[in-house]
Protein backbone atom coordinates (compact mmCIF):
# COMPACT_ATOMS: atom_id res chain seq x y z
CA UNK A 1 0.00 0.00 0.00
CA UNK A 2 1.47 3.31 -1.08
CA UNK A 3 -1.44 5.15 0.44
CA UNK A 4 -3.92 5.16 2.82
CA UNK A 5 -6.31 8.08 3.02
CA UNK A 6 -8.86 8.33 5.62
CA UNK A 7 -12.19 9.85 4.52
CA UNK A 8 -14.81 11.29 7.35
CA UNK A 9 -18.49 10.17 6.34
CA UNK A 10 -20.77 11.43 8.93
CA UNK A 11 -23.64 9.46 7.64
CA UNK A 12 -23.54 5.38 8.60
CA UNK A 13 -25.86 4.65 5.88
CA UNK A 14 -23.58 6.34 3.51
CA UNK A 15 -20.23 4.68 4.93
CA UNK A 16 -22.11 1.22 4.34
CA UNK A 17 -23.34 1.80 0.84
CA UNK A 18 -19.74 3.32 -0.16
CA UNK A 19 -18.41 0.02 0.88
CA UNK A 20 -20.59 -2.27 -0.67
CA UNK A 21 -20.45 -0.09 -3.94
CA UNK A 22 -16.40 -0.24 -3.83
CA UNK A 23 -15.67 3.46 -2.86
CA UNK A 24 -14.47 2.40 -0.18
CA UNK A 25 -12.45 -0.50 0.90
CA UNK A 26 -13.05 -0.45 4.81
CA UNK A 27 -15.90 0.95 6.16
CA UNK A 28 -16.19 1.52 10.06
CA UNK A 29 -18.59 1.89 12.69
CA UNK A 30 -21.29 0.46 10.98
CA UNK A 31 -24.84 0.06 12.51
CA UNK A 32 -25.61 -3.37 13.56
CA UNK A 33 -29.10 -3.17 11.28
CA UNK A 34 -26.19 -3.62 8.38
CA UNK A 35 -25.26 -6.98 9.42
CA UNK A 36 -27.26 -9.38 6.94
CA UNK A 37 -26.51 -6.94 4.26
CA UNK A 38 -22.93 -7.08 4.66
CA UNK A 39 -22.58 -10.78 5.31
CA UNK A 40 -24.92 -11.33 1.75
CA UNK A 41 -22.12 -8.89 -0.32
CA UNK A 42 -20.16 -10.71 -2.87
CA UNK A 43 -17.72 -7.99 -2.22
CA UNK A 44 -17.66 -7.40 1.56
CA UNK A 45 -16.75 -9.01 4.46
CA UNK A 46 -18.18 -8.44 8.22
CA UNK A 47 -15.78 -8.46 11.11
CA UNK A 48 -16.95 -7.80 14.54
CA UNK A 49 -14.09 -6.98 16.41
CA UNK A 50 -13.64 -7.78 19.95
CA UNK A 51 -13.19 -6.84 22.88
CA UNK A 52 -15.75 -4.17 23.10
CA UNK A 53 -16.13 -0.85 25.41
CA UNK A 54 -18.93 -1.45 27.93
CA UNK A 55 -22.53 0.51 28.21
CA UNK A 56 -22.87 2.19 31.73
CA UNK A 57 -25.99 3.57 33.53
CA UNK A 58 -23.94 5.72 36.09
CA UNK A 59 -25.65 7.07 39.23
CA UNK A 60 -25.41 9.88 40.98
CA UNK A 61 -23.66 8.74 44.77
CA UNK A 62 -23.80 12.38 45.84
CA UNK A 63 -27.51 13.32 46.44
CA UNK A 64 -30.88 12.37 46.11
CA UNK A 65 -32.10 8.74 46.20
CA UNK A 66 -28.94 7.09 44.72
CA UNK A 67 -26.98 8.47 47.00
CA UNK A 68 -28.50 5.65 49.28
CA UNK A 69 -26.60 2.15 49.09
CA UNK A 70 -29.93 -0.10 48.97
CA UNK A 71 -31.79 2.21 46.34
CA UNK A 72 -28.93 1.77 44.27
CA UNK A 73 -28.94 -1.82 44.87
CA UNK A 74 -32.21 -1.66 43.96
CA UNK A 75 -31.63 -0.29 40.39
CA UNK A 76 -29.35 -3.20 40.10
CA UNK A 77 -31.68 -5.92 41.08
CA UNK A 78 -34.17 -5.01 38.98
CA UNK A 79 -32.58 -3.82 35.31
CA UNK A 80 -32.99 -6.88 32.70
CA UNK A 81 -29.57 -6.30 30.94
CA UNK A 82 -30.82 -8.91 28.51
CA UNK A 83 -33.64 -6.47 26.98
CA UNK A 84 -31.89 -3.56 27.29
CA UNK A 85 -28.34 -4.94 25.18
CA UNK A 86 -30.87 -6.24 22.64
CA UNK A 87 -33.38 -3.22 22.68
CA UNK A 88 -29.97 -1.13 22.19
CA UNK A 89 -27.87 -3.36 19.20
CA UNK A 90 -30.45 -5.83 17.96
CA UNK A 91 -28.37 -9.01 17.56
CA UNK A 92 -26.88 -11.04 20.06
CA UNK A 93 -23.43 -11.27 17.88
CA UNK A 94 -23.21 -7.12 18.89
CA UNK A 95 -23.36 -7.43 22.74
CA UNK A 96 -21.86 -9.88 25.63
CA UNK A 97 -23.42 -9.68 29.28
CA UNK A 98 -20.94 -11.14 31.85
CA UNK A 99 -20.46 -9.71 35.56
CA UNK A 100 -16.33 -8.78 34.95
CA UNK A 101 -15.50 -5.65 32.49
CA UNK A 102 -13.27 -8.21 31.61
CA UNK A 103 -13.37 -11.96 29.42
CA UNK A 104 -10.80 -14.47 28.61
CA UNK A 105 -8.24 -13.95 27.78
CA UNK A 106 -7.47 -10.80 29.73
CA UNK A 107 -5.51 -11.64 33.30
CA UNK A 108 -8.50 -9.66 35.20
CA UNK A 109 -11.54 -11.95 34.72
CA UNK A 110 -13.35 -12.36 37.37
CA UNK A 111 -16.75 -13.78 38.88
CA UNK A 112 -15.76 -11.38 42.02
CA UNK A 113 -19.63 -10.14 42.98
CA UNK A 114 -21.50 -12.07 40.29
CA UNK A 115 -24.60 -12.53 42.61
CA UNK A 116 -25.42 -8.73 42.15
CA UNK A 117 -25.37 -8.88 38.57
CA UNK A 118 -28.35 -9.26 36.31
CA UNK A 119 -30.56 -10.30 38.91
CA UNK A 120 -34.08 -9.28 37.19
CA UNK A 121 -35.42 -10.03 41.02
CA UNK A 122 -38.66 -8.12 40.97
CA UNK A 123 -39.40 -9.12 44.54
CA UNK A 124 -35.98 -8.42 45.79
CA UNK A 125 -35.79 -4.83 43.99
CA UNK A 126 -38.89 -3.80 45.96
CA UNK A 127 -37.64 -5.34 49.19
CA UNK A 128 -34.30 -2.84 48.82
CA UNK A 129 -36.54 -0.25 47.34
CA UNK A 130 -38.15 -0.24 50.81
CA UNK A 131 -35.31 -0.22 52.94
CA UNK A 132 -34.01 2.58 51.14
CA UNK A 133 -36.96 5.27 52.38
CA UNK A 134 -37.64 5.81 48.35
CA UNK A 135 -40.76 8.38 49.19
CA UNK A 136 -41.37 8.56 45.45
CA UNK A 137 -38.64 11.08 44.18
CA UNK A 138 -37.92 11.65 40.28
CA UNK A 139 -35.68 9.35 38.75
CA UNK A 140 -33.48 11.45 35.94
CA UNK A 141 -31.54 9.46 33.51
CA UNK A 142 -30.20 12.30 31.22
CA UNK A 143 -29.36 11.06 28.07
CA UNK A 144 -29.16 11.92 24.39
CA UNK A 145 -30.67 10.43 20.76
CA UNK A 146 -27.25 11.49 19.35
CA UNK A 147 -26.29 7.85 20.00
CA UNK A 148 -29.42 5.99 19.73
CA UNK A 149 -28.01 2.61 21.65
CA UNK A 150 -28.08 5.21 24.53
CA UNK A 151 -31.41 6.33 24.09
CA UNK A 152 -32.57 3.09 23.38
CA UNK A 153 -31.02 1.78 26.83
CA UNK A 154 -32.23 4.19 28.45
CA UNK A 155 -35.42 3.55 27.44
CA UNK A 156 -35.76 -0.02 28.53
CA UNK A 157 -33.89 0.86 31.86
CA UNK A 158 -36.60 3.28 32.62
CA UNK A 159 -39.37 0.94 32.30
CA UNK A 160 -37.52 -1.72 33.86
CA UNK A 161 -37.56 0.73 37.43
CA UNK A 162 -41.50 1.54 36.83
CA UNK A 163 -41.91 -1.86 37.55
CA UNK A 164 -40.83 -1.57 40.84
CA UNK A 165 -42.46 1.88 41.39
CA UNK A 166 -39.60 4.00 40.71
CA UNK A 167 -40.75 6.92 39.23
CA UNK A 168 -38.03 7.12 35.88
CA UNK A 169 -38.00 10.05 33.24
CA UNK A 170 -35.99 10.56 30.92
CA UNK A 171 -34.35 14.05 30.11
CA UNK A 172 -33.58 14.20 26.59
CA UNK A 173 -30.75 16.55 25.14
CA UNK A 174 -27.69 16.50 22.47
CA UNK A 175 -24.78 14.74 23.98
CA UNK A 176 -22.48 18.20 24.44
CA UNK A 177 -25.43 18.85 26.97
CA UNK A 178 -25.04 15.55 28.40
CA UNK A 179 -21.61 16.35 28.81
CA UNK A 180 -22.24 19.81 31.02
CA UNK A 181 -25.16 18.79 32.73
CA UNK A 182 -23.84 15.50 34.27
CA UNK A 183 -21.23 17.94 36.59
CA UNK A 184 -24.57 19.01 38.11
CA UNK A 185 -25.59 16.64 41.13
CA UNK A 186 -28.67 18.54 41.29
CA UNK A 187 -30.57 17.65 38.40
CA UNK A 188 -30.05 14.12 37.69
CA UNK A 189 -30.48 10.92 38.98
CA UNK A 190 -28.58 8.67 36.77
CA UNK A 191 -27.04 8.54 32.84
CA UNK A 192 -26.23 5.90 30.27
CA UNK A 193 -23.14 6.21 28.38
CA UNK A 194 -20.27 4.38 27.10
CA UNK A 195 -17.14 3.49 27.72
CA UNK A 196 -13.88 2.52 25.48
CA UNK A 197 -12.35 -0.88 25.85
CA UNK A 198 -9.08 -0.46 28.44
CA UNK A 199 -6.99 -2.92 28.58
CA UNK A 200 -5.74 -1.60 32.17
CA UNK A 201 -8.36 -1.33 34.81
CA UNK A 202 -7.08 1.30 36.74
CA UNK A 203 -8.10 3.29 33.18
CA UNK A 204 -11.50 2.96 33.65
CA UNK A 205 -13.27 6.30 34.39
CA UNK A 206 -15.54 5.19 36.87
CA UNK A 207 -12.82 4.10 39.55
CA UNK A 208 -12.01 8.36 39.34
CA UNK A 209 -13.63 10.12 42.63
CA UNK A 210 -14.14 13.01 40.05
CA UNK A 211 -15.92 11.48 37.54
CA UNK A 212 -19.69 11.91 37.54
CA UNK A 213 -21.57 9.95 39.93
CA UNK A 214 -18.79 10.41 42.02
CA UNK A 215 -18.08 6.96 43.58
CA UNK A 216 -16.02 7.45 46.89
CA UNK A 217 -16.21 5.37 49.77
CA UNK A 218 -12.75 4.28 52.11
CA UNK A 219 -13.54 0.51 51.02
CA UNK A 220 -13.26 1.58 47.51
CA UNK A 221 -10.45 3.83 47.89
CA UNK A 222 -8.67 1.37 50.39
CA UNK A 223 -8.95 -1.68 47.65
CA UNK A 224 -7.60 0.80 44.80
CA UNK A 225 -5.05 1.56 46.85
CA UNK A 226 -3.78 -1.88 47.67
CA UNK A 227 -4.36 -2.41 43.82
CA UNK A 228 -2.63 0.72 42.34
CA UNK A 229 0.23 -0.33 44.89
CA UNK A 230 1.05 -3.71 43.54
CA UNK A 231 3.57 -4.49 40.38
CA UNK A 232 3.21 -7.98 40.20
CA UNK A 233 0.72 -9.03 37.15
CA UNK A 234 -0.64 -12.67 39.07
CA UNK A 235 -1.19 -10.01 42.21
CA UNK A 236 -2.72 -7.20 40.65
CA UNK A 237 -5.51 -9.68 39.06
CA UNK A 238 -6.34 -11.16 42.50
CA UNK A 239 -6.35 -7.66 43.63
CA UNK A 240 -8.44 -6.80 40.74
CA UNK A 241 -11.06 -8.62 41.80
CA UNK A 242 -11.89 -6.83 45.41
CA UNK A 243 -12.10 -3.49 43.24
CA UNK A 244 -14.37 -5.16 41.02
CA UNK A 245 -16.61 -6.91 43.83
CA UNK A 246 -17.06 -3.92 45.58
CA UNK A 247 -18.30 -2.12 42.55
CA UNK A 248 -20.70 -4.80 42.63
CA UNK A 249 -21.78 -4.17 45.56
CA UNK A 250 -21.75 -0.78 46.13
CA UNK A 251 -23.39 -0.70 43.03
CA UNK A 252 -22.13 3.55 41.95
CA UNK A 253 -22.93 2.41 38.20
CA UNK A 254 -24.71 -0.85 36.50
CA UNK A 255 -22.20 -2.32 34.11
CA UNK A 256 -24.90 -3.20 31.54
CA UNK A 257 -23.05 -5.14 28.71
CA UNK A 258 -20.22 -5.40 26.40
CA UNK A 259 -21.00 -3.85 23.06
CA UNK A 260 -19.60 -4.36 19.67
CA UNK A 261 -18.97 -2.57 16.72
CA UNK A 262 -19.82 -3.70 12.80
CA UNK A 263 -16.51 -3.12 10.34
CA UNK A 264 -17.05 -3.75 6.28
CA UNK A 265 -14.26 -4.62 4.82
CA UNK A 266 -13.35 -5.25 1.05
CA UNK A 267 -12.62 -8.90 0.36
CA UNK A 268 -9.84 -8.00 -1.59
CA UNK A 269 -7.68 -6.15 1.25
CA UNK A 270 -5.16 -8.76 2.88
CA UNK A 271 -4.15 -8.70 6.22
CA UNK A 272 -6.33 -6.41 8.33
CA UNK A 273 -7.46 -7.10 12.02
CA UNK A 274 -10.23 -6.85 13.86
CA UNK A 275 -9.04 -5.48 17.16
CA UNK A 276 -10.45 -2.34 18.39
CA UNK A 277 -8.80 0.80 17.07
CA UNK A 278 -7.27 -1.71 14.07
CA UNK A 279 -4.43 -0.72 12.29
CA UNK A 280 -3.56 -0.67 9.26
CA UNK A 281 0.00 -2.07 8.91
CA UNK A 282 0.89 -4.87 6.31
CA UNK A 283 -2.54 -4.65 4.82
CA UNK A 284 -2.38 -5.12 1.22
CA UNK A 285 -4.68 -5.34 -1.67
CA UNK B 1 -31.64 56.26 -7.37
CA UNK B 2 -27.83 56.68 -5.23
CA UNK B 3 -30.21 57.06 -2.40
CA UNK B 4 -32.19 53.87 -2.57
CA UNK B 5 -28.84 51.99 -3.53
CA UNK B 6 -27.36 53.44 -0.01
CA UNK B 7 -29.92 52.96 2.30
CA UNK B 8 -30.33 49.02 0.65
CA UNK B 9 -26.22 48.98 2.14
CA UNK B 10 -26.93 50.82 5.12
CA UNK B 11 -30.05 47.92 5.77
CA UNK B 12 -27.52 45.44 4.67
CA UNK B 13 -24.91 46.50 8.18
CA UNK B 14 -27.50 47.55 10.91
CA UNK B 15 -28.71 43.72 9.73
CA UNK B 16 -25.33 41.96 9.93
CA UNK B 17 -24.98 43.47 13.32
CA UNK B 18 -28.21 42.18 14.76
CA UNK B 19 -27.18 38.60 13.49
CA UNK B 20 -23.81 38.62 14.91
CA UNK B 21 -25.15 39.60 17.97
CA UNK B 22 -27.66 37.05 18.08
CA UNK B 23 -25.43 34.08 17.00
CA UNK B 24 -22.98 34.96 19.67
CA UNK B 25 -25.85 34.63 22.42
CA UNK B 26 -27.00 31.68 21.30
CA UNK B 27 -24.28 29.63 21.20
CA UNK B 28 -23.02 30.89 24.77
CA UNK B 29 -27.06 30.14 25.92
CA UNK B 30 -27.43 26.54 24.67
CA UNK B 31 -25.97 23.87 27.58
CA UNK B 32 -22.77 22.24 26.21
CA UNK B 33 -19.06 22.87 27.20
CA UNK B 34 -16.63 22.61 23.92
CA UNK B 35 -14.11 21.54 26.52
CA UNK B 36 -15.61 18.10 27.76
CA UNK B 37 -16.65 17.45 24.28
CA UNK B 38 -13.29 17.95 23.15
CA UNK B 39 -11.90 15.41 26.35
CA UNK B 40 -14.51 12.84 25.69
CA UNK B 41 -16.96 11.17 27.84
CA UNK B 42 -14.41 10.31 30.54
CA UNK B 43 -13.33 13.36 31.42
CA UNK B 44 -14.13 14.78 34.58
CA UNK B 45 -15.28 18.41 35.58
CA UNK B 46 -11.87 19.82 36.72
CA UNK B 47 -10.23 17.88 33.23
CA UNK B 48 -12.77 20.20 31.32
CA UNK B 49 -12.47 23.99 33.75
CA UNK B 50 -9.01 23.60 33.30
CA UNK B 51 -8.98 23.43 29.05
CA UNK B 52 -11.84 25.68 29.18
CA UNK B 53 -9.21 27.82 31.24
CA UNK B 54 -6.23 27.22 28.41
CA UNK B 55 -8.88 28.29 25.54
CA UNK B 56 -10.16 31.67 27.43
CA UNK B 57 -13.72 30.30 26.97
CA UNK B 58 -13.81 31.23 30.74
CA UNK B 59 -13.75 34.79 30.37
CA UNK B 60 -16.76 36.80 31.31
CA UNK B 61 -19.45 37.05 28.34
CA UNK B 62 -19.07 40.63 28.13
CA UNK B 63 -15.12 40.58 27.37
CA UNK B 64 -15.86 37.25 24.63
CA UNK B 65 -18.47 39.63 22.93
CA UNK B 66 -16.55 42.68 22.48
CA UNK B 67 -13.55 40.72 21.23
CA UNK B 68 -15.69 38.52 18.67
CA UNK B 69 -17.12 42.08 17.79
CA UNK B 70 -13.47 43.81 17.42
CA UNK B 71 -12.62 40.70 15.37
CA UNK B 72 -15.33 40.63 12.96
CA UNK B 73 -14.50 44.20 12.13
CA UNK B 74 -11.52 43.25 11.13
CA UNK B 75 -12.92 40.31 8.75
CA UNK B 76 -11.64 38.06 11.33
CA UNK B 77 -13.78 35.00 12.25
CA UNK B 78 -11.45 33.58 15.12
CA UNK B 79 -10.04 30.25 15.52
CA UNK B 80 -11.81 27.30 15.59
CA UNK B 81 -11.48 25.43 18.90
CA UNK B 82 -11.31 21.92 17.72
CA UNK B 83 -9.35 22.12 14.17
CA UNK B 84 -6.69 24.10 15.14
CA UNK B 85 -6.93 26.88 12.25
CA UNK B 86 -8.77 29.93 11.52
CA UNK B 87 -12.15 30.39 10.61
CA UNK B 88 -11.48 31.81 7.52
CA UNK B 89 -8.86 29.26 6.57
CA UNK B 90 -11.67 26.49 7.48
CA UNK B 91 -14.42 28.23 5.44
CA UNK B 92 -12.20 29.04 2.55
CA UNK B 93 -10.99 25.55 2.30
CA UNK B 94 -14.14 24.09 2.28
CA UNK B 95 -15.95 26.91 0.27
CA UNK B 96 -15.37 26.30 -3.13
CA UNK B 97 -17.15 22.40 -2.70
CA UNK B 98 -20.50 24.51 -1.29
CA UNK B 99 -19.75 27.17 -3.90
CA UNK B 100 -20.36 24.45 -6.44
CA UNK B 101 -22.85 22.37 -5.11
CA UNK B 102 -25.13 25.23 -4.55
CA UNK B 103 -24.76 26.88 -7.87
CA UNK B 104 -25.31 23.54 -9.92
CA UNK B 105 -28.18 22.78 -7.27
CA UNK B 106 -29.77 26.56 -8.18
CA UNK B 107 -28.63 25.70 -11.93
CA UNK B 108 -31.03 22.47 -12.34
CA UNK B 109 -33.57 24.08 -9.75
CA UNK B 110 -34.21 27.21 -12.44
CA UNK B 111 -33.64 25.09 -15.33
CA UNK B 112 -36.75 22.97 -14.61
CA UNK B 113 -39.31 24.40 -12.04
CA UNK B 114 -39.19 27.90 -14.50
CA UNK B 115 -39.71 26.44 -17.81
CA UNK B 116 -42.16 23.40 -16.59
CA UNK B 117 -44.10 26.82 -14.68
CA UNK B 118 -44.33 28.49 -18.21
CA UNK B 119 -45.53 24.86 -20.13
CA UNK B 120 -48.15 23.90 -17.17
CA UNK B 121 -49.21 27.44 -17.27
CA UNK B 122 -49.90 27.74 -20.67
CA UNK B 123 -51.69 24.52 -20.63
CA UNK B 124 -53.48 24.83 -18.25
CA UNK B 125 -56.53 22.50 -16.94
CA UNK B 126 -54.98 19.90 -19.10
CA UNK B 127 -53.64 16.49 -18.21
CA UNK B 128 -50.61 17.53 -18.36
CA UNK B 129 -51.11 20.61 -16.09
CA UNK B 130 -52.96 17.92 -13.72
CA UNK B 131 -49.89 15.24 -13.90
CA UNK B 132 -46.98 17.67 -13.64
CA UNK B 133 -48.66 19.93 -10.84
CA UNK B 134 -49.37 16.29 -8.40
CA UNK B 135 -45.74 15.37 -9.07
CA UNK B 136 -44.76 18.67 -7.58
CA UNK B 137 -46.57 17.94 -4.97
CA UNK B 138 -45.40 14.80 -4.33
CA UNK B 139 -41.89 16.07 -5.06
CA UNK B 140 -42.28 19.22 -2.76
CA UNK B 141 -43.36 16.53 0.44
CA UNK B 142 -39.89 14.50 -0.01
CA UNK B 143 -37.79 15.19 2.53
CA UNK B 144 -34.07 16.59 1.29
CA UNK B 145 -32.17 13.41 3.67
CA UNK B 146 -34.67 10.20 2.19
CA UNK B 147 -33.91 11.74 -1.31
CA UNK B 148 -30.48 11.97 -0.61
CA UNK B 149 -30.38 8.27 0.98
CA UNK B 150 -33.04 7.17 -2.18
CA UNK B 151 -30.08 8.65 -4.52
CA UNK B 152 -27.63 6.75 -2.45
CA UNK B 153 -28.41 3.56 -3.01
CA UNK B 154 -30.27 3.61 -6.45
CA UNK B 155 -28.15 5.28 -8.87
CA UNK B 156 -25.15 5.39 -7.08
CA UNK B 157 -24.65 2.13 -5.40
CA UNK B 158 -27.23 -0.27 -7.19
CA UNK B 159 -26.24 1.05 -11.04
CA UNK B 160 -22.92 2.48 -10.18
CA UNK B 161 -23.60 5.63 -12.23
CA UNK B 162 -22.53 8.07 -9.48
CA UNK B 163 -20.13 7.95 -6.86
CA UNK B 164 -21.73 7.31 -3.02
CA UNK B 165 -20.13 9.86 -1.49
CA UNK B 166 -17.50 12.19 -0.96
CA UNK B 167 -15.60 14.77 -3.53
CA UNK B 168 -13.28 13.03 -4.79
CA UNK B 169 -9.54 12.66 -4.36
CA UNK B 170 -7.11 15.44 -3.31
CA UNK B 171 -5.79 15.41 -7.06
CA UNK B 172 -9.38 15.39 -8.54
CA UNK B 173 -10.13 17.02 -11.53
CA UNK B 174 -13.02 19.45 -11.82
CA UNK B 175 -14.69 17.00 -14.10
CA UNK B 176 -14.42 14.30 -11.06
CA UNK B 177 -15.87 16.49 -8.62
CA UNK B 178 -18.53 17.76 -10.42
CA UNK B 179 -19.84 14.07 -11.49
CA UNK B 180 -19.17 13.77 -7.36
CA UNK B 181 -21.76 16.84 -7.14
CA UNK B 182 -24.89 15.65 -9.23
CA UNK B 183 -26.66 13.73 -7.04
CA UNK B 184 -26.12 16.10 -4.09
CA UNK B 185 -27.39 18.49 -6.35
CA UNK B 186 -30.13 16.58 -7.43
CA UNK B 187 -31.62 16.41 -3.77
CA UNK B 188 -30.84 20.12 -3.32
CA UNK B 189 -32.84 21.16 -6.18
CA UNK B 190 -36.18 19.00 -5.98
CA UNK B 191 -37.48 20.82 -3.64
CA UNK B 192 -36.02 24.17 -5.12
CA UNK B 193 -37.62 23.10 -8.61
CA UNK B 194 -40.93 22.68 -6.91
CA UNK B 195 -41.12 26.03 -5.45
CA UNK B 196 -40.08 27.56 -8.48
CA UNK B 197 -42.62 26.01 -11.31
CA UNK B 198 -45.66 26.62 -8.40
CA UNK B 199 -44.33 30.41 -8.23
CA UNK B 200 -44.21 30.85 -12.05
CA UNK B 201 -47.11 28.80 -13.05
CA UNK B 202 -48.93 31.01 -10.48
CA UNK B 203 -47.38 34.37 -12.09
CA UNK B 204 -47.96 33.43 -15.46
CA UNK B 205 -51.40 32.81 -15.06
CA UNK B 206 -51.97 35.80 -13.93
CA UNK B 207 -50.27 38.13 -16.59
CA UNK B 208 -52.09 35.39 -18.97
CA UNK B 209 -55.30 36.54 -18.37
CA UNK B 210 -54.79 40.29 -18.52
CA UNK B 211 -55.99 42.62 -21.60
CA UNK B 212 -52.97 43.52 -22.98
CA UNK B 213 -51.79 39.19 -23.50
CA UNK B 214 -55.59 39.19 -25.37
CA UNK B 215 -54.57 42.06 -27.53
CA UNK B 216 -51.26 40.79 -28.62
CA UNK B 217 -53.49 37.33 -29.57
CA UNK B 218 -55.83 39.49 -31.57
CA UNK B 219 -52.20 41.37 -33.26
CA UNK B 220 -51.59 37.70 -34.39
CA UNK B 221 -47.96 37.20 -32.51
CA UNK B 222 -46.34 33.63 -31.96
CA UNK B 223 -47.18 31.90 -28.92
CA UNK B 224 -43.81 31.97 -28.57
CA UNK B 225 -43.43 36.09 -28.57
CA UNK B 226 -46.85 36.11 -26.34
CA UNK B 227 -45.60 33.79 -23.70
CA UNK B 228 -41.53 34.52 -23.71
CA UNK B 229 -41.76 38.45 -24.67
CA UNK B 230 -44.61 39.43 -23.02
CA UNK B 231 -45.93 37.87 -20.16
CA UNK B 232 -42.70 36.73 -19.09
CA UNK B 233 -40.88 39.80 -18.57
CA UNK B 234 -43.81 40.76 -16.67
CA UNK B 235 -44.07 37.91 -14.63
CA UNK B 236 -40.89 38.15 -13.71
CA UNK B 237 -40.28 39.62 -10.84
CA UNK B 238 -41.90 37.36 -8.12
CA UNK B 239 -40.14 34.79 -10.13
CA UNK B 240 -37.07 36.88 -9.16
CA UNK B 241 -37.60 36.69 -5.63
CA UNK B 242 -38.47 33.43 -5.21
CA UNK B 243 -35.05 32.37 -7.15
CA UNK B 244 -33.32 34.53 -4.59
CA UNK B 245 -34.64 32.69 -1.91
CA UNK B 246 -33.46 29.22 -3.23
CA UNK B 247 -30.12 30.59 -4.18
CA UNK B 248 -30.01 31.56 -0.45
CA UNK B 249 -31.92 28.52 0.62
CA UNK B 250 -29.37 26.60 -1.23
CA UNK B 251 -26.23 27.80 0.84
CA UNK B 252 -28.11 27.28 4.45
CA UNK B 253 -29.33 23.99 3.45
CA UNK B 254 -26.35 22.33 2.09
CA UNK B 255 -26.14 21.12 5.50
CA UNK B 256 -28.72 18.00 5.41
CA UNK B 257 -27.13 16.95 1.49
CA UNK B 258 -23.80 17.25 2.69
CA UNK B 259 -23.87 15.15 5.78
CA UNK B 260 -25.86 12.55 3.75
CA UNK B 261 -23.52 13.03 0.94
CA UNK B 262 -20.11 12.83 3.65
CA UNK B 263 -19.20 16.16 1.88
CA UNK B 264 -17.14 18.09 3.37
CA UNK B 265 -18.35 21.27 2.70
CA UNK B 266 -19.48 24.32 4.73
CA UNK B 267 -22.79 22.88 6.20
CA UNK B 268 -20.95 19.90 7.42
CA UNK B 269 -18.54 22.02 9.50
CA UNK B 270 -21.23 24.02 11.19
CA UNK B 271 -23.15 20.63 12.05
CA UNK B 272 -20.23 19.53 13.42
CA UNK B 273 -19.81 22.51 15.22
CA UNK B 274 -22.84 22.86 16.81
CA UNK B 275 -22.29 19.22 18.27
CA UNK B 276 -18.98 19.85 19.41
CA UNK B 277 -19.85 23.68 20.74
CA UNK B 278 -16.93 25.33 18.88
CA UNK B 279 -18.29 28.81 19.01
CA UNK B 280 -15.42 30.53 16.91
CA UNK B 281 -16.56 28.53 14.03
CA UNK B 282 -20.73 28.37 14.94
CA UNK B 283 -20.46 31.90 14.79
CA UNK B 284 -18.05 32.73 12.19
CA UNK B 285 -20.41 30.56 9.64
CA UNK B 286 -23.69 31.46 10.48
CA UNK B 287 -22.57 35.38 10.45
CA UNK B 288 -20.88 34.30 6.41
CA UNK B 289 -24.24 31.99 5.97
CA UNK B 290 -26.43 34.92 7.05
CA UNK B 291 -24.49 37.93 5.01
CA UNK B 292 -24.41 35.77 1.74
CA UNK B 293 -28.52 35.70 2.20
CA UNK B 294 -28.54 39.47 2.58
CA UNK B 295 -25.72 40.16 -0.18
CA UNK B 296 -28.14 38.18 -2.56
CA UNK B 297 -31.47 40.16 -1.26
CA UNK B 298 -29.62 43.26 -2.24
CA UNK B 299 -28.86 41.63 -5.19
CA UNK B 300 -32.29 40.85 -6.29
CA UNK B 301 -33.25 44.41 -5.25
CA UNK B 302 -30.98 45.70 -7.57
CA UNK B 303 -32.28 43.46 -10.40
CA UNK B 304 -35.57 44.88 -9.94
CA UNK B 305 -34.40 47.95 -11.07
CA UNK B 306 -33.25 46.39 -14.11
CA UNK B 307 -36.06 44.51 -15.39
CA UNK B 308 -39.40 46.13 -14.08
CA UNK B 309 -39.06 49.89 -14.98
CA UNK B 310 -41.99 50.70 -12.49
CA UNK B 311 -39.61 50.39 -9.60
CA UNK B 312 -37.25 51.60 -11.49
CA UNK B 313 -38.71 55.23 -11.68
CA UNK B 314 -40.45 54.55 -8.11
CA UNK B 315 -36.24 54.37 -7.17
CA UNK B 316 -35.68 57.73 -8.40
Known amino acids: MNELRFVPVPNANTRLEGVLSGQFDVADALSSEFYDRVKASERVAPFVPKPGGWILLVMNTKQGPTANLAFRQAVQAVLDHDSIMLAAFGNPDFFAIHPGLYQAPSPFVSDAGANAFNRKDLARAKQLLDQSGYKGESFRIITSQQYDFVYKAALVAAENLRQIGIKAELVTMDWASVLEKRNDPAIWEAFVTFHGFVPEPALFTILNPSYAGWWDTPAKRAALDRFNSIVDPAARAQTWAEVQRLFLEEAPTVQLGEYYSLVGVSKKVQGYQPIPLAPFWNVSK | ?316
Open chain 2, 1 to 316: MLRFVLARLSGLVIVMFLVATIVFVISRVIPGDPAAVMLGAAATAEDAARLKAQLGLDAPLLQQYIRWIAQLLQFDLGQSIFLGQSVNAALSERAELTVALASLGLAMALATGIPVGIAVAVWRGTLVDRMLNSTALLAASLPVFWIGLILIRYPAAKFGWFPVSGYGAPDASWREKLHHLVLPAVALALPNSVLLLRTTRTSMLDVLSADYVRTARAKGLSPWTIVMKHALLNAIVPILTVSGVAAAYMVGSTTVTETVFGLPGIGNLVVSAVLRRDYPVIQGTLVVISGIYVILNFFIDMLYLAVDPRIRAGAR
